[in-house]
């Protein structure tokens, strides 16, 4: 049973950082138009970083109402 546990949880880290790989590519192909760096530049200094951690934290807010709607 530990063994199965681990496994799981292994393979629910694993699909989150695939999740996330794919948001971070999903952002940077649609908000990169015509030469003009998007809002995750390969500079960490960059452009409009917190445009990207404004989306992640309406995508967790959106988590949270769905939640309560579920838990309701």
Do not use: E, Q
Request: net charge positive; charged share 10%.
């Amino acid at each position: 049973m530990r063994n199965v546990c681990l496994g799981l949880a292994s393979a629910a880290f694993a699909l989150g950082n695939y999740d996330s790989s794919a948001l971070v590519v999903v952002v940077v192909r649609s908000t990169t138009r015509g030469g003009i760096p998007g809002w995750t530049p390969d500079d960490f200094n960059g452009r409009h970083r917190d445009y990207f951690f404004w989306l992640l934290a309406m995508l967790c807010f959106g988590n949270y109402i769905v939640y309560l709607v579920i838990a309701w």
